[in-house]
């Protein structure tokens, strides 16, 4: 997602995330009694080989905005990635006073070399590319795939696929929104491509297609910041939907103990629960069958 809004000239990422010095945070319990299980010979709770000894530290950018944090704290466990981070946490052992939040910018988290922190939650897309420079967790999300058009127009009224299929839709080249479009809504006539996503998003604006499709997280920031006219008619699921994981240093000896917290949020259906409290429901989209 990162590399579509950086073509928008926007902040680096969709939604920056904000951090502030201290632990804290509402969610999860500090008592191990009913705690996840996280343990294994290389992955003892609360004595992983962390950047400060019986802390975590997890990194986010600044600044904060809903849905991933409320209020511009991540420390209060409130938004989508700030929970996920305290339940990684309490999957390793690490109950949210054991948890420190410091600032890091997307660009110093992807770059090369040691970090000052245990993992870093900013939306940040796995890619082939990033990934020889740093590591990932297994992904704790994977984007919908969203369909904006401006409210008082035709296609903001559609509640199914099918209704879609009459519609002039946009997309930009070369994203997995276009093979989206293409393999699922079967449109009637065939998308317009856009070089860029502000092309993309202009042509919203003057009204020369019905909708645009984009990944989930995106459609929330465009109808809060670039097209607050518009609404986020619905969302589905498509192959090759962006995926988000949580960076480590390279060859760090946590990320392994990451992935497998975040596995087992994912079996347990933790993961699901904070994806529809905080990812779902925030946009405000019904699911297009």
Known sequence: MKKLLATLVLVPMLLALAACGGGGGTTGSSSDAGAP???????????????????????TDQPAFPPYFEDEDPTNGEGFESAVAYA??????????????????FNA??????????????????????????????????????????KDSEAAKARSIEELKGAEIGVQIGTTSLEAVEEVIEPDSRPQVFDGSTEVVQALKN??????????????????????????????????????????????PLTACVSQAVEEMRES?????????????AAGAPELN
Not at 37 to 59: F, H, I, M, N
Request: charged residues 20%; hydrophobic residues 45%; glycine residues 6%.
């Open 37 to 59: 299980t996280t343990a294994t010979a290389d992955c003892p709770r609360g004595k992983l080989d962390t950047q400060s000894e019986g802390v975590l530290t997890v990194a």
């Open 88 to 105: 990684i946490a309490e999957h390793l052992g690490y109950p949210p006073a054991k948890v420190k939040w410091t600032v890091e910018s």
């Open 109 to 150: 988290a992807i770059a090369p070399g040691p970090k000052d922190f245990d993992f870093d939650l900013n939306q940040i897309s796995i890619t082939p590319v990033r990934e020889k420079a740093v590591d990932f967790s297994a992904p704790y999300y994977v984007a919908n795939q969203a369909v904006l058009a401006l």
């Open 207 to 252: 009204e020369s297609i019905d909708a645009i499709v984009v990944d989930l997280p995106t459609a929330l920031y465009l109808t809060a910041v670039e097209v607050p006219e518009a609404v986020v008619v619905g969302q589905f699921s498509a192959p090759g939907g962006d995926e988000w994981g949580a960076l480590l240093a390279k060859e760090s």
């Open 269 to 281: 259906g933790e993961l699901a629960q904070l994806n529809k409290r905080w990812m779902s429901r």
